[in-house]
């Protein structure tokens, strides 16, 4: 049995990621500041970290039972469309020179790798982008997005507490 899995209380950190210079890549960083400030308490920790890669990968080394993740992704030909799944940090890890100052999610996990730690649970809710040209804001379709990503973040969080709870009974 792991630490994380010996945890008695559940704790999902909800992470906001991405570069505001760059349009469309400041979503993460949105959603998070747009979420309701009653989702953070004891089990619940919301975090804007920018684009702090070692930052987050340094606060992962922590007993964290899930981590969503709330990012850019790219443009799959429906910008402004959110979309919910699981990611598997073992695929996400990439085996390349480490980076301090990335911010792409595999450098991230291959960062607490390097460091000794394990990856939690992790949900990524992410927004395909727009534009990703330098300039602050998000673009008019991002934006809008917006509101029905930090109702997927209140849901995804809903749902992991739930299962830790029916996990623990």
């Known amino acids: 049995m792991t630490g994380r899995e010996?945890?008695?209380t559940p704790r999902?950190?909800?992470a906001?990621?991405?570069n505001i210079f760059l349009g469309d890549d400041g979503f993460g960083p949105e959603v998070i500041r747009r979420i309701p400030h009653r989702l953070a308490g004891p089990c619940v920790r919301l975090k804007d970290y920018g684009i702090r890669g070692m930052h987050l990968a340094y606060d992962l080394l922590g007993p964290w039972s899930a981590l969503v993740l709330v990012d850019a992704v790219p443009d799959r030909g429906a910008p402004g469309t959110v979309h919910m799944f699981e990611a598997d940090p073992e695929t996400l890890?990439?085996?390349?020179?480490?980076d301090a100052h990335a911010m792409d999610p595999g450098a991230v996990f291959a960062c607490l790798n390097a460091l000794g730690g394990a990856a939690p649970r992790t949900v990524v809710v992410g927004c395909e982008v727009e534009t990703v040209e330098e300039g602050i804001g998000l673009s008019e379709t991002v934006a809008a997005a917006v509101p029905a990503a930090v109702r997927a973040v209140e849901d995804v969080v809903a749902d992991l507490l739930a299962r830790s709870m029916v996990e623990r009974a």
């Not at 890890?93 to 480490?98: D, Q, V, Y």
């Open 6 to 8: 010996a945890s008695i």
């Open 12 to 14: 999902i950190l909800v």
């Open 16 to 18: 906001g990621i991405g």
């Open 93 to 98: 890890t990439t085996p390349t020179a480490l």
